[in-house]
């Protein structure tokens, strides 16, 4: 894994396509199974826990000074954030 960090451009797009692509990907999840179980009909924080993935990713790659990366994903975070909010307030 760190041979395919070392090659990752070291980017803020490379980053926000990560931290789009993760909470994406895992609130999608969250969405199936809210869904499908009725007593999880209103676990919205399921959407939070996949947004605050996001949180350990950017830790991950600051720890491999890719600060270009973790800084598109933090710019990821606060839009998944304020979607989030979006969706809970209308």
Request: net charge positive.
């Amino acid at each position: 894994m760190n041979q395919k960090l070392k090659n990752l451009n070291n980017s803020v797009w490379v980053g926000l396509a990560i931290g789009l692509l993760t909470p994406a990907i895992l609130c999608s999840i969250a969405y199936y199974i809210i869904t499908h179980v009725t007593y999880l009909a209103k676990a919205d924080l399921l959407y939070i826990g996949g947004i605050a993935i996001n949180a350990y990713t950017m830790q991950y790659f600051f720890k491999y000074n890719k600060e270009n990366i973790g800084r598109g994903i933090l710019a990821a975070t606060f839009l998944c954030a304020f979607a989030f909010f979006f969706y809970k307030v209308f």
